[in-house]
T-cell receptor, first 108, second 116 residues
Framework: GQNIDQPTEMTATEGAIVQINCTYQ??????LFWYQQHAGEAPTFLSY????GLEEKGRFSSFLSRSKGYSYLLLKELQMKDSASYLC?????????FGTGTRLQVFP | DTGVSQDPRHKITKRGQNVTFRCDPI?????LYWYRQTLGQGPEFLTY????????KSRLLSDRFSAERPKGSFSTLEIQRTEQGDSAMYLC??????????????FGSGTRLTVV
């Protein structure tokens, strides 16, 4: 299997920066997705990395290193509405394989 | 297009009953996926269709589960003889895929099943 691991829970303060890590054990995938999911809602797309390196999109950035089997999602200038679960997922064309998800709580 | 729609949003059923969920994908999308998500976990793949053909089924999809996409548009997921362990959020997603290129997935809001 792909063994995709993420920390279960993280906490941070409003206005701070937080990095959510994702490690995996496979080489056969097209790219890596990050999704945000608020409780009881659909996962929504945040980012997609195909090549190694950093992809920046506003307050959110995502990094991928295929050789290290590692990705992270960086959230800057945290807001209360960023409290949610963050899911990393490997894209093997036929389907997405998700990690366990990281529940982020942002405090004032 | 209003995105991926799932119906119902919530379903409470007694153990042993059959339930059926519906998913309406984005109309231009040729692929449709079903996932199951339990509390505090990421979604787990169940099955997917390309048009009306069911191309892959996970080992998680026991013989009590059946999915159909008869005309390549909407899909149904039926669970027979429900068990308490079936309680979960059932997510549907759709995508447009051309040969080896997937142009992105869109998820529905899910159907939350509670088996009592």
């Amino acid at each position: 299997g792909q063994n995709i691991d993420q920390p279960t829970e993280m906490t941070a303060t409003e206005g701070a920066i937080v990095q959510i890590n994702c490690t995996y054990q496979t080489s056969g995938f097209n790219g890596l997705f990050w999704y945000q999911q608020h409780a009881g809602e659909a996962p929504t797309f945040l980012s997609y990395n195909v090549l190694d390196g950093l992809e920046e999109k506003g307050r959110f950035s995502s990094f991928l290193s295929r050789s290290k089997g590692y990705s992270y999602l960086l959230l800057k200038e945290l807001q209360m509405k960023d409290s949610a679960s963050y899911l990393c997922a490997l894209d093997n064309t036929d389907k997405l394989i998700f990690g366990t998800g990281t529940r982020l709580q942002v405090f004032p | 297009d209003t995105g991926v729609s799932q119906d119902p949003r919530h379903k409470i059923t007694k153990r042993g009953q059959n339930v059926t969920f519906r998913c309406d994908p984005i109309s231009e999308h040729n692929r449709l996926y079903w996932y199951r998500q339990t509390l505090g976990q990421g979604p787990e793949f169940l099955t997917y269709f390309q048009n009306e053909a069911q191309l892959e089924k996970s080992r998680l999809l026991s013989d009590r589960f059946s999915a159909e996409r008869p005309k390549g548009s909407f899909s149904t997921l039926e669970i027979q003889r429900t068990e308490q362990g079936d309680s979960a959020m059932y997510l549907c997603a759709s995508s447009l895929t051309d040969r080896d290129t997937n142009y992105g997935y869109t998820f529905g809001s899910g159907t939350r099943l509670t088996v009592v």
